[in-house]
């Protein structure tokens, strides 16, 4: 269990710091890749959303031969319901065990973005931007749809994922969850900024909360619930599709 552990903190630590790396380079000022001022132009999102999609690619590369690289505690969640309901042996030590390791691996990954990146935070002066390479923030505040958002969005990552992968927990390849996550980005994304993993959000907003980061603000606490609670119940909703529409109605009708 330690090397599931392990596998699971690495595999994060990589998302994150390739994620939210890319969302410095982007955001932060007199970086080559600042949305305004550097050579990234006015195509943020898109390098936003391609970058973020090669790092899952990456953290899945890293975790994938250890830990079936879950990397997601709503992925983890849905294979533990996969598991309970369908006689795996994922239960609820497991469980923990990887929730814990995804949970360390974010906070470990966003801490090397703020140290490489460490020059820019003194030159941004937008704390929203500070914050906004950490964690997500909806573009419309509305408590209720981006709660919706998120499971929307979890929802189509764990229905598709469980799909590409024919089912938990044989989790699909990296490239195909990469482009999964690609497409999430692109047509779901731009309403909460698609966090998808509770680990991913959480575990950078802690850091945040606690780096010494000049000239940072709040982390917004107040939102910081929608990103872990939405993705849980959208990746529970999703395996719940899979399990019981595709595997017991749709796969018989089809044989």
Request: proline share 5%.
């Amino acid at each position: 269990m330690a090397e599931k552990f392990l596998s699971e903190v690495l595999g994060t630590m990589i998302l994150i710091l390739l994620g939210d790396g890319v969302v410095a380079g982007v955001l932060l000022a007199k970086t080559k890749a600042n949305m305004t001022t550097g050579v990234g132009g006015s195509n943020g999102w898109i390098v936003i959303t391609f970058a973020w999609a090669f790092a899952v690619f990456s953290g899945i590369a890293v975790a994938g031969q250890f830990s079936g690289a879950h990397i997601n505690p709503a992925v983890s969640l849905a294979v533990f319901l996969d598991s309970a309901v369908n006689g795996g042996k994922f239960g609820v030590d497991s469980l923990l065990v990887y929730w814990a390791g995804q949970f360390v691996g974010a906070m470990i990954g966003a801490f090397l973005v703020f140290l490489h990146y460490y020059p820019h935070w003194v030159e941004t002066e937008d704390k929203g931007l500070k914050l906004a390479v950490f964690c997500t923030a909806p573009a419309i505040r509305n408590p209720l749809w981006n709660l919706v958002s998120e499971i929307v969005g979890t929802f189509a990552l764990v229905f598709i994922g469980f799909s590409l992968a024919g089912g938990a927990p044989a989790i699909g390849g990296a490239l195909a969850w990469a482009f999964l996550v690609l497409v999430i980005g692109l047509s779901l994304g731009p309403t909460t900024g698609y966090a998808i993993n509770p680990a991913r959000d959480l575990g950078p907003r802690i850091m945040h909360a606690i780096l010494p980061i000049p000239g940072k603000g709040g982390s917004d606490w107040e939102y910081a619930w929608i990103p872990v609670v939405g993705p849980l119940v959208g990746g529970a909703l999703g395996w719940v599709a899979f399990n019981y529409l595709i595997t017991n109605y749709v796969a018989k009708i089809l044989g």
